[in-house]
């Protein structure tokens, strides 16, 4: 009799401690002291959501939710709290990274295991310090119900996944540089400023952007090839300028170019939506 293995369909919240190793190395009483009180806020805040902690093993804590919204509103309450808790044991408060990822996983005892977990852990560490990163699954349960500020940072390859994973990120501690946080053990990058536009519009606009981007590669492409077939005009038959021949429809392949990714609106978005939209209410009939 082969024993069944138990599944289910759950968001899974991966969370770890930013520079752990050289805190516990600077002082490893507070330190600790600070872990278990920052233990005491996640479980806290996880009853509040009705999730379910399932592991706090060293300084990592995972949990899972049966409800996408609620995790996602917990990974925030937590962070926001994080950010304002008083810090008494050492000199830096402790701030984490948390990760999120809705996924099948598989049931062992109170433990769980799969690729839905492994991805939460791998967006975990994508995470900025004090942030939270969410994959592309999660994002499209929340985009309508939580007008919350996540920033598509791309489709990411993470180790031992098969195929890119879609991330978005939300910097709660973007804005005025906490100096307490400053000396965290991980090199700070320049952080966009946080303009006030919903995330269809900045898929949009970033989806602009690669146009253009991709637009002006084939231009110095199919550039540098009309100037090469230029000079070998030049050198072997100046009399005769053929160059023009090969030229031209490059020119107007790069001139229809231009106007696909200039020109005003975007006519495969516009085509790609309503093409969505008809094959949905197909199905749906």
Same mark, same amino acid.
């Given at each position: 009799?082969?024993?069944?293995?138990?599944?289910?369909?759950?968001?899974?919240?991966?969370?770890?401690?930013?520079?752990?190793?050289?805190?516990?190395?600077?002082?490893?009483?507070?330190?600790?002291?600070?872990?278990? $009180?920052?233990?005491?806020?996640?479980?806290?805040?996880?009853? $509040?959501?009705?999730?379910?902690?399932? +592991?706090?093993? #060293?300084?990592?804590?995972?949990?899972?939710?049966?409800?996408?919204?609620?995790?996602?509103?917990?990974?925030?309450?937590?962070?926001?709290?994080?950010?304002?808790?008083?810090?008494?044991?050492?000199?830096?408060?402790?701030?984490?990274?948390? #990760?999120?990822?809705?996924?099948?996983?598989?049931?062992?005892? $109170?433990?769980?295991? #799969?690729? &839905?977990? +492994?991805?939460?852990?791998?967006?975990?560490?994508?995470?900025?310090?004090?942030?939270?990163?969410? /994959?592309?699954?999660?994002?499209?349960?929340?985009?309508?119900?939580?007008?919350?500020?996540?920033?598509?940072? &791309?489709?990411?390859?993470?180790?031992?996944?098969? &195929?890119?994973? @879609?991330?978005?990120?939300? @910097?709660?501690?973007?804005?005025?540089?906490?100096? /307490?946080?400053?000396? %965290?053990?991980?090199?700070?990058?320049?952080?966009?400023?946080?303009?006030?536009?919903?995330?269809?519009?900045?898929?949009?606009?970033?989806?602009?952007?690669?146009?253009?981007?991709?637009?002006?590669?084939?231009?110095?492409?199919?550039?540098?090839?009309?100037?090469?077939?230029?000079?070998?005009?030049?050198?072997?038959?100046?009399?005769?300028?053929?160059?023009?021949?090969?030229?031209?429809? %490059?020119?107007?392949?790069?001139? %229809?170019?231009?106007?696909?990714?200039?020109?005003?609106?975007?006519?495969?978005?516009?085509?790609?939506?309503?093409?969505?939209?008809?094959?949905?209410?197909?199905?749906?009939?």
């Amino acid at each position: 009799m082969t024993q069944t293995i138990e599944r289910k369909l759950t968001t899974i919240l991966c969370a770890d401690m930013c520079g752990y190793s050289r805190l516990m190395e600077q002082d490893e009483e507070g330190t600790l002291k600070a872990l278990k $009180n920052a233990r005491a806020l996640f479980e806290e805040e996880i009853n $509040n959501f009705s999730g379910r902690v399932i +592991n706090m093993a #060293g300084d990592a804590i995972i949990a899972d939710f049966s409800s996408v919204v609620k995790a996602v509103d917990c990974a925030v309450a937590i962070q926001n709290r994080m950010k304002n808790a008083p810090n008494e044991t050492t000199h830096k408060a402790p701030v984490f990274r948390i #990760g999120l990822n809705l996924g099948d996983v598989i049931i062992e005892g $109170n433990d769980i295991f #799969g690729d &839905g977990v +492994n991805i939460a852990a791998r967006l975990e560490s994508l995470a900025p310090i004090g942030g939270v990163t969410i /994959s592309g699954t999660v994002y499209e349960h929340i985009k309508s119900k939580r007008p919350i500020g996540f920033e598509y940072t &791309g489709a990411q390859n993470v180790k031992n996944i098969d &195929g890119a994973v @879609d991330v978005y990120a939300l @910097d709660i501690l973007r804005g005025p540089k906490n100096s /307490s946080n400053e000396d %965290m053990d991980h090199e700070a990058t320049a952080q966009p400023e946080n303009l006030d536009i919903s995330s269809e519009e900045e898929t949009r606009i970033r989806k602009q952007v690669k146009r253009e981007a991709g637009f002006y590669r084939r231009a110095l492409s199919m550039g540098s090839v009309i100037f090469f077939l230029f000079l070998i005009n030049i050198f072997t038959s100046s009399g005769y300028l053929w160059f023009f021949w090969p030229a031209l429809p %490059m020119t107007f392949v790069i001139a %229809m170019d231009a106007l696909r990714v200039f020109g005003k609106g975007h006519h495969s978005d516009d085509w790609e939506e309503k093409r969505y939209r008809h094959l949905k209410s197909k199905k749906g009939r």
